[in-house]
């Protein structure tokens, strides 16, 4: 039985001996990144020093970029998700910006939560939609109360966005969009809604859908197959 020293208490001491003693463990099979690694990822853990101020924040832009074949049919498809915007009561949209970051009607959440500022004309990258998807919902049920809470939403898991940070490769980063994928469409699938879902339940998630998908395609391209 080993002794540490508290994290919380000493994080630097902590850290030194728990280095010392994963060096002298053998590697260890990881499924996941499918070669021998060490019991813990040393990274993730000084990313949890509570000494360390500064988080690492969500992404901008991916951690890899992937170019996908692009071919004719997917340069002629329109994107599943346009942004309507909102009637100003003259005939006319509200498309403005400024509005879009203070709306707290369901269309305004779902397109600050896709969409990068300040102008909210750019979609944010696939890996980062994955990642906040979860909060995302959560906070235009809880705080903009936009649409009705249900039972089911608590089923959509959040990524960690580290796991992401930390893919060595590109390959690896694609493996790890493709499984974050399989879950994200699996809850959002259709044919999973509750048969008591309102309209604007299903609406909701139907947007997101289509939002997933289009980053999906501009992503991995048009009809990949995995």
């Given at each position: 039985k080993v002794s540490l020293p508290h994290p919380e208490e000493n994080w630097d001491a902590f850290f030194y001996q728990l280095t010392v003693l994963l060096s002298e463990e053998k590697l260890q099979w990881n499924p996941?990144?499918?070669k021998m690694?060490?019991?813990?990822d040393l990274r993730k853990l000084e990313g949890m020093n509570p000494n360390n101020k500064t988080e690492r924040e969500l992404p901008s832009a991916p951690s890899y970029v992937l170019r996908p074949p692009v071919n004719e049919e997917q340069k002629k498809r329109e994107p599943r998700y346009t942004y309507k915007g909102l009637s100003d009561g003259r005939g006319g949209k509200r498309t403005n910006p400024a509005l879009i970051s203070v709306g707290r009607d369901l269309e305004?959440?779902?397109h600050r939560w896709s969409h990068a500022k300040p102008n909210y004309t750019?979609?944010?990258?696939?890996?980062?939609?994955l990642i906040t998807m979860s909060k995302g919902i959560s906070i235009t049920i809880y705080e903009y109360h936009a649409v009705e809470p249900h039972q089911y939403f608590g089923k959509c898991k959040a990524f960690d966005k580290i796991a992401f940070q930390d893919c060595e490769s590109d390959e690896?980063?694609?493996?790890?969009?493709?499984?974050?994928?399989?879950?994200?469409k699996s809850f959002l699938n259709p044919n999973r809604y509750p048969n008591d879902f309102t309209k604007n339940q299903t609406e909701f998630l139907k947007t997101i859908r289509d939002i997933i998908r289009d980053?999906?395609?501009?992503?991995l391209g048009y009809g990949a197959n995995y």
């Open positions: 996941v990144k499918k690694m060490p019991w813990l305004s959440c779902v750019t979609m944010h990258p696939l890996e980062r939609l690896e980063y694609r493996e790890l969009l493709i499984r974050a994928l399989k879950k994200s980053g999906e395609e501009a992503t």
